[in-house]
């Protein structure tokens, strides 16, 4: 990468990144200046940049303003959306598998049924954004994806949780706090340190994955599959844990605050 080209980069990702831990800072940001709502590309552009890429060189879309773009059903296979900005985009359908989507703004954005496998999101912000019956199986998801809708969404053997090893920017872990989780199958998953307070989590397949000293407080897992799963530590404060299916296979004993959950 060219000396100038990768000091843009670092202004520009340094700029957009908000850490999980702070997402506080986006009431401090004007989310209706131009940057965060139009677009310097249209579709005809992003299919042409795609026809043009290969599996050396994929098509890089780092740092451009796609807002609001209807990418809808386009083959956006391992490309490079960092510090991008999709906020409303519509990517409905799209093939996004093993894409890099590190710092990228993607708030309300539509990736209903969107193939995210293997796809890095690191730092993304996908608050309120839609990502129902989406497949994120294999993904790196250290993202806030707060009051997102994900029903039916796939997670198996993503990683959500904290990498203890590397928060040298604070704790980045995935945040789904009060999102919608009905039926999302999360087995395998390492969801270790991540935020789902008062997340909605009734009927989700959590079987085998790893909660340890999650944040569950308030979230609703009524009808979850949870056998093999680890709650070492996991805070279950007023947790709603109605028909666990294979409870005795889950060690909930070893949670926080289980005397007060809501287990009848």
Do not use: C, Y
């Not at 703004?105 to 993304?124: G, I, P, S, V």
């Not at 994806?145 to 904290?162: I, M, N, Q």
């Not at 009524?222 to 709650?231: I, M, Q, R």
């Not at 709603?240 to 287990?263: H, V, Y």
């Amino acid at each position: 990468m060219p000396i100038i080209r990768r000091f843009l980069f670092l202004v520009v990702a340094t700029s957009l990144a908000v850490p999980a831990s702070a997402q506080d800072l986006l009431k401090h940001l004007d989310l209706t200046a131009p940057a965060m709502t139009e677009s310097e590309m249209t579709r005809a552009e992003v299919e042409a940049a795609v026809a043009a890429a290969s599996a050396s060189a994929p098509a890089d879309f780092t740092a451009k303003k796609l807002n609001g773009l209807n990418l809808s059903g386009l083959d956006l296979t391992g490309a490079v959306f960092r510090a991008a900005r999709l906020n409303k985009a519509n990517l409905r359908g799209a093939k996004l598998r093993g894409a890099i989507l590190d710092q990228a703004w993607m708030l309300q954005a539509d990736l209903t049924e969107a193939d995210l496998r293997d796809a890095n999101l690191f730092q993304a912000q996908l608050i309120g954004a839609t990502l129902d019956r989406a497949d994120l199986s294999g993904a790196r998801v250290a993202s806030d994806l707060s009051k997102a809708s994900l029903r039916d969404a796939k997670f198996v053997g993503a990683v959500l949780g904290a990498d203890m090893r590397n928060q040298s920017m604070g704790l980045m872990r995935g945040v789904l706090r009060q999102a919608t989780l009905d039926g999302a199958d999360f087995s395998g998953a390492d969801l270790s340190r991540v935020d789902f307070e008062f997340a909605s989590l009734r009927g989700a397949n959590l079987s085998g994955a790893n909660l340890m000293s999650a944040e569950l407080a308030g979230a609703d897992l009524t009808g979850a599959t949870v056998k093999g799963a680890n709650f070492n530590k996991a805070d279950v404060d007023s947790a709603k844990l109605k028909s666990l299916i294979g409870e005795a296979g889950a060690n909930l004993d070893r949670a926080l605050n289980l005397s007060s959950a809501i287990r009848d």
